[in-house]
């Protein structure tokens, strides 16, 4: 089993036309990721990572680019996590949740909900976020209604959280 340990990544922004270079070596920001995203598959097995959490805008050109990651890290044994940002399109979130069907361990916060893992011994509730943030601030305001039973972590991307 693995342990209650997570790692939590956020602005991915896994995008190949970002244009964007490192100064030194020429990589691109996209070959940077990647070579993240290799590591991460490390981390989590050298470490016993029990979970990733992703918040937010995976910005995905193509869901295929990221899915072989999600595939390793799952192998791994790791669990996956993910609310979208305001840079995710909902056209890829469909096709990334659509592509992804079949794999267990794997959970997307399309819509507000609370997910308990037994296994891990803690919750995450995750809400997604529109651009603009459209319906953002009565999603996070509804927070105050939540039972929580466990260890909880609270899983989005908003540009700026209202003030309660």
């Avoid at 890290?73 to 990334?96: N, P, V």
């Avoid at 603009?132 to 908003?158: V, Y």
């Amino acid at each position: 089993m693995k342990s209650k340990r997570f790692i939590h990544i956020s602005d991915l922004h896994f995008s190949k036309y970002d244009g964007s270079k490192s100064t030194k070596e020429e990589i691109s920001h996209f070959n940077i990721k990647k070579k993240i995203f290799d590591y991460i598959g490390i981390v989590i097995e050298n470490q016993n990572i029990g979970a990733v959490i992703i918040s937010g805008d995976l910005e995905l050109d193509s869901v295929n680019d990221i899915i072989p990651y999600f595939k390793e890290w799952l192998s791994r044994g790791s669990k996956i996590f993910i609310a979208f940002g305001e840079h995710d399109k909902k056209e890829k979130r469909l096709e990334l949740i659509l592509e992804t069907i079949g794999l267990e361990n794997i959970y997307f916060f399309d819509e507000p909900k609370m997910i308990k893992d037994k296994e891990l011994d803690f919750a995450v509730y995750g809400m997604s976020c529109e651009p603009k943030q459209n319906g953002f601030k009565n999603k996070f305001n509804s927070l105050n209604n939540l039972e929580l039973e466990i260890p909880s972590i609270l899983l989005t991307h908003p540009c700026k959280l209202p003030i309660l």
